[in-house]
Nanobody, 112 residues
Framework: QVQLVESGGGLVQPGGSLRLSCAAS????????MYWYRQAPGKQRDLVAS???????DYADSVKGRFTISRDNAKNTVYLQMNSLKPEDTGVYYC??????WGQGTQVTVSS
């Protein structure tokens, strides 16, 4: 079955960086676009970044120039490098295959 396992979240000060990872299994990873979503407390889950199976990225306007999505098809892993973090980036970050399969999420808290 499809399994997505996120890691790399934590507490970071404003302006800091984190790198999230999502290890995928149970499907042919290289055939699928992958997505990172985040859900802030009391808000809906929003798309942050996506990457096609060929490695073409796309970003929400709120993170353009600060976040970078990448993938390693040999390791069945998708990454989200987050730089210049802001308090409004706080939330649970989820990895997704196609918006239908989800990981358990990893908490990111940006606070001084």
């Amino acid at each position: 079955q499809v399994q997505l396992v996120e890691s790399g979240g934590g507490l970071v000060q404003p302006g800091g960086s984190l790198r999230l990872s999502c290890a995928a299994s149970g499907f042919t990873f290289g055939f699928y676009s992958m997505y990172w979503y985040r859900q802030a407390p009391g808000k809906q889950r929003d798309l942050v970044a996506s990457i096609t199976r060929l490695g073409n990225p796309d970003y929400a306007d709120s993170v353009k120039g600060r976040f970078t999505i990448s993938r390693d098809n040999a390791k069945n892993t998708v990454y989200l490098q987050m730089n210049s973090l802001k308090p409004e980036d706080t939330g649970v970050y989820y990895c997704s295959r196609g918006g239908t399969d989800w990981g358990q999420g990893t908490q990111v808290t940006v606070s001084s």
